[in-house]
């Protein structure tokens, strides 16, 4: 709701937001029906619940714990969206080996960037206060790149999150790997050991991870840098 709807908690205050909902940006983005019965978005006898990340919803129904072999004493919780949750696994988690500079928890984690990849590249940042800057465009490179946000208590109660990246990551490896001189003869020797192309590339990483005798796989590219070019065809 609050990263995709642009529902804003209550708590900001502004007279603009009736139960988290601004009538006049959902009549400007043609939601008229929306905007004259706030029903349709959760507003009920003039109040709207609204869970944060993790909160209990409740528990397992019959049918479900029935489903799933499972106990009706499981709780379910409010979910997260994919990348933030990641962002709860990087830049609010403790690293072994890393040199805390920054204090713990919450505060600490706000002096931190979380990238989570996938099918897309998000930058995540997180503060108590609002922070609001401008993206970038580079026209006769036909690049352009978005920060959005900032979101309050996407995530965590009373914190702002805001959000940059690349759309198209899994797409822009997947082309690196099938474009790449050596991929017909990786495909042919994944095959040849029934296994996919991606299992024998991560076997084949962990044998020269081995044969370098290097604490981890990431150690192995720790002098090599990528940097993106992009060509203006017009």
């Not at 500079?101 to 989570?116: E, K, N």
């Not at 084949?204 to 060509?231: D, G, I, K, M, W």
């Amino acid at each position: 709701m609050v990263c995709k709807l642009a529902y804003v908690p209550e708590t900001v205050g502004s007279p603009k937001f009736e139960n988290g909902w601004q009538r006049d940006f959902l009549r400007s983005v043609g939601l008229e029906d929306l905007a004259k019965d706030l029903k349709a978005l959760g507003v009920t006898d003039g109040k709207v619940t609204v869970l944060s990340a993790g909160e209990r919803v409740g528990y397992l129904s019959e049918k479900s714990a029935e489903e799933l072999g499972l106990h009706l004493d499981v709780a379910v919780g409010s979910g997260v969206i994919d990348a933030y949750a990641g962002w709860v696994g990087t830049a609010a988690a403790k690293v072994p080996g890393w040199r805390q500079h920054d204090g713990d928890g919450l505060d600490g984690a706000s002096t931190r960037i979380a990238s989570v990849a996938g099918t897309s590249t998000c930058h995540l940042v997180i503060n108590k206060d609002p922070i609001y800057t401008k993206g970038y465009e580079f026209p006769k490179l036909r690049l352009t790149g978005s920060v959005w946000g900032p979101y309050r208590e996407v995530l965590i109660p009373g914190y702002w999150m805001a959000e940059g990246g690349q759309s198209a990551t899994g797409a822009l490896l997947h082309h690196v790997m099938t474009s790449h001189a050596a991929y017909p003869a990786a495909k042919k020797i994944a095959s040849d050991k029934n296994l996919s192309v991606f299992e024998y590339l991560n076997s084949h990483l962990e044998s020269l991870r081995t044969q370098a005798n290097s604490p981890t796989l990431a150690h192995l590219t720790r002098y090599f840098f990528c940097s993106l070019a992009v060509l203006d065809r017009s």
